[in-house]
């Protein structure tokens, strides 16, 4: 589940290895996270182009090559890796781009995430892509608007902090992470927020993405591909104690997405 900070921390990785080399080589080892053109032309589309830059947007990776864009939406289990030499593909791999230097593996154990090819700059085939909110760094995206934009939507906090409409590139586990240090429980509706708790929301939402992103610097692509989502303080650690108050960390399961929570800390 890489969210915003892993991958821009991916993206800076990917681009140190591999901007300015030439493809020669793409492998599709699996269909089906290839989507909106044939494997063939998802082949003859890479090969011989560059690699010109990687960037993270929202929960997409982005990795551009000279007439065209590499789109990744990893969802949950997506993952990125760069190794010096070719190796046989696992059952786990995806697909790999080589060049002279590098092998890029994308790899997904669940095979949800969804992969393009495009004419470089134009995302309209790319699923859920249009109509995203600005991303919680966005110069744009002032306190102020922050608040306005909150009035728009309905339903339970966390749903809409993790609602890429609103803001994107939060998923399941930084939201958690977010309302922990906003003191603000999941499950509170945002019609219900005071301005000043929208205000701390806003802090929260910076403080803690930010952190997380430091922390990921520090951390080498196979470390990220391997997620050990160490730093994390509440998310993923139900029945633990609360690290602000000491008491005892809530769960809650809905559909394939967990929620902890503490109960004395978020109101
Ligand atoms: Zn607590």
Known sequence: MPELPELEVISAHLTNLLVGESITKVSVHNPLVIHGLPIDDFIQGAINE????????????????????????????????????????????????????????????????RVYLVTRGDYSNVAGFANRGPSP????????????????????????????????????AYADEILLYAGISPFRKCSSLSHDEVEQLYTAMKKVLI????????????????????????????????????GRVSEV??????????QTCQK
Not at 56 to 68: M, V
Not at 219 to 240: C, S, Y
């Open 137 to 172: 760094f966005d110069t744009i995206l002032t306190s102020n608007f922050f608040q306005e934009r909150l009035k728009h939507h309905t339903g339970q906090i966390k749903n809409v902090l993790r609602n890429q409409r609103f803001v994107k590139g939060i998923g399941n």
């Open 211 to 246: 952190k997380i992103y430091d922390i990921l610097q520090t951390r080498t692509l196979d470390d990220i591909a391997v997620e050990k989502r160490d730093f994390l303080m509440i998310h993923n650690r139900g029945g633990e104690i609360c690290p602000l108050c000491g």
């Open 50 to 113: 560059r690699f010109d830059s990687f960037r993270a947007d929202g929960k997409f990776l982005i990795a551009s090559l000279e007439n065209h864009d590499l789109v990744v939406n990893p969802m949950l289990t997506g993952r990125f890796r760069v190794i010096p030499r070719h190796k046989k593909p696992t059952k786990v791999d995806m697909f790999s781009i080589q060049t002279s230097g590098h092998t890029f593996w994308y790899s997904d154990t669940k095979k949800m995430g």
């Open 253 to 262: 399961r809905a559909n394939r997405y967990k929620t902890n929570y503490c």
